[in-house]
């Protein structure tokens, strides 16, 4: 099996096996992110994407039920590519119960309802998609490549197709002066959804990604412990949707997790009773290679 390092996927995808589709993210605009900066994206070769499925099975036997082809934004292949490798990877692996991509709303505007679909039947089950931000300001800042009408408009079509959507919502990315805004306009465009997943990560400063110069010269202010609970909780307050909220990741400073609407009181308390502790008992506000 072949990768070019890093690799990444999400906490979600920790027993999936990993067959790297792409190499690297064919949009790597994204000021916040580090993750491909240096890689030069390309498509690798279906034949050879196969080939690593062959060898999987061959060092693991039929161990997986899920598999995740990375890098950033797989879903940019051909419709016909993607069919054809989901296809082979579940006559493969005959357990499979999920298939999952990442898939930014830049390219997911790229596939027709129809392509969706399609993908659906091969054996696409879930996609990882970053929102980050509903607010149109702050995805300008980013340098996003969409805006909120495209995140609306690609998150509905997944959902219309049947696939599966865990929306990405990055906590403190409109910083200390857009927090309010981005709190209040993500649970806009997530209400519109109505994904399965809403999942939170804290922007972290890591060096490597173009924000990390704004940071270190103050122009961007990162939100304190308190802070960033309190826009996640102005978030909480308002989203009206039927999704699982997560916040599985080391990034953040309380571990929330609930379906909504049930579990949202169970949340809003847990925030407030950490509201109460002293900001000195969280986490170091910078995870300089998380």
Not at 84 to 93: C, D, G, L, Y
Not at 120 to 126: E, M, Q
Not at 158 to 186: F, P, R
Not at 199 to 214: F, H, I, K, Q, S
Request: charge should be positive; include cysteine; glycine fraction near 6%.
């Amino acid at each position: 099996m072949r990768y070019e390092d890093p690799i990444y996927r999400p906490p979600s995808e920790a027993d999936s096996l990993l067959i790297q589709a792409t190499i690297g993210c064919p949009h790597n605009k994204c000021t916040f992110c580090g993750m491909y900066k240096g890689k030069r994206f390309r498509i690798r070769p279906v034949d050879e994407i196969k080939e690593d499925i062959l060898t999987a099975r061959k060092l693991y036997g039929d161990a997986f039920d899920s598999a995740f082809f990375p890098d950033g934004n797989t879903i940019i292949m051909r419709t016909s590519q993607l069919e054809e490798i989901f296809t082979f990877a579940r006559r493969t692996f005959p357990n499979l119960k999920r298939i999952t991509l990442y898939a930014s709303a830049k390219f997911l505007k790229l596939k027709s309802l129809a392509d969706l679909k399609r993908l659906k039947v091969a054996g696409l089950n879930r996609l990882h998609k970053g929102l980050e931000s509903g607010n149109d300001e702050i995805l300008r800042r980013i340098q996003k490549g969409a805006d909120s009408k495209l995140m609306i408009s690609t998150g509905q079509k997944v959902k219309a197709a049947g696939i599966e959507l865990s929306e990405y919502v990055l906590v403190g990315i409109g910083g200390a002066e857009l927090w309010a805004e981005h709190a209040q306009d993500t649970a806009r465009v997530l209400n519109a959804i109505n994904p399965d997943f809403i999942r939170l990560r804290t922007w972290v400063p890591v060096p490597n990604a173009p924000l990390y110069e704004d940071y270190q010269s103050g122009k961007f202010q990162l939100l304190s412990p308190h802070q960033a609970l309190k826009e996640t909780r102005l978030l909480l307050e308002n989203l009206d949707v039927s999704s699982l909220f997560l916040s599985d990741h080391i990034s953040n400073f309380v571990n929330l997790s609930g379906h909504l609407p049930r579990d949202k009181q169970n949340m809003l308390d847990k925030i407030d009773r950490a509201l109460k502790m002293d900001e000195s008992s969280f986490r170091s506000e910078i995870i300089e290679h998380l």
